[in-house]
């Protein structure tokens, strides 16, 4: 059958093929340089902007280079200051893991629950989803500069709640070493969890009613629904974001930046500011490229992790 | 029979209802408390900093625009929200429609290269890509910025298009062909009209994407008057920390077209950001 349909295809567009064959030249023509010519404005521009520019950084991360002139050539010694001598960048690294850790669980275990929730309702859930999807389209700037306001111990929720008789909240939630990181993952979560939610959410409205129907029927628990349907269910989505999360976990500048700019005391440092800090305030753009080009070998880890566990018939 | 049913069902369903009240609560709370604060003066600010307002300085708006520099941010931000999504169009587009449409050789190539290049990280061509553009007098200069965001939103906007074009039936092209159309003509007049919803769709999610940009505006764009919303709010912000008042009347300038064009495109707008247009 198939093949008799493929036979059938070329007829329509006969006449064209007729139009192509008037010169060798002018079918090359057409076939050749006509899609390049469509296709090719983009990819020079990404050439220059995007890959040009990151095999370079592979050279820059070899050289001692302020950003100006030429660099001098010093081999792997920005490498080895990364591995043994920078305290600064293992702290920094520190900090993207426990960022890591956190953006793992406390995103997904939100968001999961909540469109479990929203799953189930049919009146208004259009109105929810909307609602909890807000924050992920407001700029940084703004997140960041509300909860600064709202963690802030005179006037934001510590505060008020101090005056409720609930003391103990009222502290300098990102001025303190020991709580600022956390702060700017909690606001940065704030923005970002409807997000996962929606995602969650549409994956859970492919599952078919009739299994929760047949749990129903067996007597399962709610727990035992979303355990054994609704997660399984949605594996795929699950599983592809939290390999998207890993990846930018590495990555993450904004919030820190915004809120702290890594400290106080450094307490708060990210790779991502670090970079910033080395290139742009301390005109060391060689050592920051291979700062960089690190990030990007961690998140390029996170991926072949992800693609060695799944050939070893993980079932993700 | 079926009403009772229907009732047991609704009331199964409180503790859902109550639950997400709650985290609605969470989620547009503190943007509620912008709002309030955005009409309030600084002294009732510190009486009553969450609370709703009882009186209602609206001085606090074209304070907040003028001191904010507003005119000049929101110009510039314009400049590059519209530079950089009819860019993304025209350019992911014809891409796209060689990709689906005229079967570029060499396509899975080109591809695969765009699937590797929008899977970089900013931070690894960052530091030389400024140095680049400092030699080449483009730090500094809303189109250097432009060409920069159109490279880093084109393989989104390439793919989308792209798997939109290959569903269009081919027959109406066809007829323009036997009509003596050439392609860019088949391109312009057939499919971009067949098309605009996916267009629509890329374009709300890469002007949505420049508009909230802080990373590379901050570092390509150094000078006051070439400042954006959000670059310049985060200056702002800085030297009005004290201030909650004004920051929140300029938060509620910034946020308001952002919510609007979220509320009436919401659908649009929720399937565009889903199919992996920004980061998080």
Same mark, same amino acid.
């Given at each position: 059958?198939?093949?008799?349909?493929?036979?059938?295809?070329?007829?329509?567009?006969?006449?064209?093929?007729?139009?192509?064959?008037?010169?060798?030249?002018?079918?090359?023509?057409?076939?050749?340089?006509?899609?390049?010519?469509?296709?090719?404005? #983009?990819?020079?521009?990404?050439?220059?902007?995007?890959?040009?520019?990151?095999?370079?950084?592979?050279?820059?991360?070899?050289?001692?280079?302020?950003?100006?002139?030429?660099?001098?050539?010093?081999?792997?010694?920005?490498?080895?200051?990364?591995?043994?001598?920078?305290?600064?960048?293992?702290?920094?690294?520190?900090?993207?893991?426990?960022?890591?850790?956190?953006?793992?669980?406390?995103?997904?275990?939100?968001?999961?629950?909540?469109?479990?929730?929203?799953?189930?309702?049919?009146?208004?859930?259009?109105?929810?989803?909307?609602?909890?999807?807000?924050?992920?389209?407001?700029?940084?700037?703004?997140?960041?500069?509300?909860?600064?306001?709202?963690?802030?111990?005179?006037?934001?929720?510590?505060?008020?709640?101090?005056?409720?008789?609930?003391?103990?909240?009222?502290?300098?939630?990102?001025?303190?070493?020991?709580?600022?990181?956390?702060?700017?993952?909690?606001?940065?979560?704030?923005?970002?969890?409807?997000?996962?939610?929606?995602?969650?959410?549409?994956?859970?409205?492919?599952?078919?009613?009739?299994?929760?129907?047949?749990?129903?029927?067996?007597?399962?628990?709610?727990?035992?629904?979303?355990?054994?349907?609704?997660?399984?269910? #949605?594996?795929?989505?699950?599983?592809?974001?939290?390999?998207?999360?890993?990846?930018?976990?590495?990555?993450?500048?904004?919030?820190?930046?915004?809120?702290?700019?890594?400290?106080?005391?450094?307490?708060?440092?990210?790779?991502?500011?670090?970079?910033?800090?080395?290139?742009?305030?301390?005109?060391?753009?060689?050592?920051?490229?291979?700062?960089?080009?690190?990030?990007?070998?961690?998140?390029?880890?996170?991926?072949?992790?992800?693609?060695?566990?799944?050939?070893?018939?993980?079932?993700? | 029979?079926?009403?009772?049913?229907?009732?047991?069902?609704?009331?199964?369903?409180?503790?859902?209802?109550?639950?997400?009240?709650?985290?609605?609560?969470?989620?547009?709370?503190?943007?509620?408390?912008?709002?309030?604060?955005?009409?309030?003066?600084?002294?009732?600010?510190?009486?009553? @900093?969450?609370?709703?307002?009882?009186?209602?300085?609206?001085?606090?708006?074209?304070?907040?625009?003028?001191? /904010?520099?507003?005119?000049?941010?929101?110009?510039?931000?314009?400049?590059?929200?519209?530079?950089?999504?009819?860019?993304?169009?025209?350019?992911?587009?014809?891409?796209?429609?060689?990709?689906?449409?005229?079967?570029? @050789?060499?396509?899975?190539?080109?591809?695969?290269?765009?699937?590797?290049?929008?899977?970089?990280?900013?931070?690894?061509?960052?530091? @030389?890509?400024?140095?680049?553009?400092?030699?080449?007098?483009?730090?500094?200069?809303?189109?250097?910025?432009?060409?920069?965001?159109?490279?880093?939103?084109?393989?989104?906007?390439?793919?989308?298009?792209?798997?939109?074009?290959?569903?269009?039936?081919?027959?109406?092209?066809?007829?323009?062909?036997?009509?003596?159309?050439?392609?860019?003509?088949?391109?312009?007049?057939?499919?971009?009209?067949?098309?605009?919803?996916?267009?629509?769709?890329?374009?709300?999610?890469?002007?949505?994407?420049?508009?909230?940009?802080?990373?590379?505006?901050?570092?390509?764009?150094?000078?006051?008057?070439?400042?954006?919303?959000?670059?310049?709010?985060?200056?702002?912000?800085?030297?009005?920390?004290?201030?909650?008042?004004?920051?929140?009347?300029?938060?509620?300038?910034?946020?308001?077209?952002?919510?609007?064009?979220?509320?009436?495109?919401?659908?649009?707008?929720?399937?565009?950001?889903?199919? /992996?247009?920004?980061? /998080?």
């Amino acid at each position: 059958m198939a093949n008799s349909d493929q036979a059938a295809m070329p007829t329509p567009s006969a006449p064209l093929s007729r139009q192509d064959g008037r010169s060798p030249w002018k079918r090359r023509y057409r076939k050749y340089v006509v899609p390049w010519m469509f296709a090719l404005p #983009i990819l020079l521009i990404n050439i220059i902007v995007v890959i040009g520019p990151s095999l370079s950084a592979v050279y820059y991360s070899l050289t001692d280079w302020s950003g100006i002139g030429a660099g001098e050539f010093i081999g792997l010694e920005n490498y080895r200051k990364i591995l043994f001598s920078d305290m600064d960048y293992r702290r920094a690294f520190l900090n993207n893991l426990a960022w890591l850790a956190f953006f793992l669980t406390v995103p997904f275990a939100v968001s999961l629950f909540a469109a479990s929730m929203l799953a189930r309702i049919r009146r208004g859930s259009m109105f929810f989803r909307t609602a909890l999807f807000i924050p992920y389209v407001l700029p940084a700037v703004i997140t960041a500069s509300i909860w600064r306001n709202l963690l802030s111990p005179t006037l934001g929720i510590g505060a008020l709640l101090a005056d409720w008789g609930i003391s103990g909240l009222d502290v300098a939630w990102l001025g303190r070493p020991q709580t600022a990181l956390i702060s700017i993952a909690f606001v940065d979560n704030w923005h970002f969890w409807g997000f996962l939610m929606v995602l969650f959410l549409s994956a859970m409205q492919g599952i078919p009613p009739e299994l929760y129907e047949a749990a129903r029927i067996d007597g399962a628990s709610r727990w035992q629904e979303f355990r054994h349907i609704t997660v399984p269910g #949605i594996r795929p989505t699950i599983v592809f974001m939290l390999l998207m999360v890993a990846i930018w976990s590495f990555l993450v500048f904004d919030y820190v930046w915004i809120l702290t700019q890594g400290g106080p005391a450094g307490s708060s440092e990210v790779l991502g500011t670090l970079v910033y800090k080395q290139a742009f305030m301390r005109f060391e753009a060689g050592y920051a490229s291979a700062i960089g080009l690190t990030m990007s070998l961690l998140a390029g880890m996170v991926i072949s992790l992800f693609l060695y566990l799944r050939r070893r018939g993980w079932e993700i | 029979m079926k009403r009772l049913f229907r009732q047991r069902r609704d009331i199964s369903l409180l503790p859902n209802y109550i639950l997400l009240i709650i985290l609605i609560l969470f989620a547009l709370g503190p943007v509620v408390v912008v709002g309030f604060n955005s009409v309030k003066d600084a002294a009732s600010i510190g009486r009553n @900093p969450l609370g709703p307002p009882t009186e209602f300085k609206w001085q606090n708006f074209p304070q907040a625009w003028e001191i /904010g520099n507003f005119s000049t941010t929101t110009r510039n931000s314009l400049i590059l929200v519209v530079g950089t999504v009819t860019s993304v169009l025209a350019l992911g587009g014809m891409a796209a429609y060689a990709l689906a449409r005229l079967k570029l @050789p060499g396509g899975g190539l080109l591809m695969l290269y765009l699937l590797v290049g929008s899977s970089l990280p900013v931070q690894l061509f960052l530091v @030389p890509l400024f140095f680049l553009w400092r030699h080449l007098g483009l730090v500094n200069n809303l189109f250097g910025l432009i060409i920069i965001y159109v490279a880093v939103h084109s393989p989104f906007a390439i793919f989308l298009l792209r798997s939109y074009l290959v569903g269009i039936p081919p027959d109406f092209e066809d007829a323009a062909r036997v009509d003596g159309a050439n392609e860019w003509q088949v391109f312009t007049v057939i499919i971009l009209p067949l098309s605009w919803p996916a267009f629509l769709t890329v374009g709300l999610v890469v002007g949505l994407g420049v508009w909230n940009e802080f990373l590379l505006a901050t570092v390509f764009l150094t000078e006051q008057h070439l400042f954006t919303v959000v670059t310049s709010y985060y200056n702002f912000t800085s030297r009005f920390s004290r201030d909650w008042s004004l920051t929140s009347a300029a938060a509620v300038m910034m946020i308001a077209p952002i919510l609007i064009l979220f509320l009436t495109l919401q659908r649009r707008f929720i399937a565009g950001l889903t199919q /992996g247009g920004l980061k /998080g």
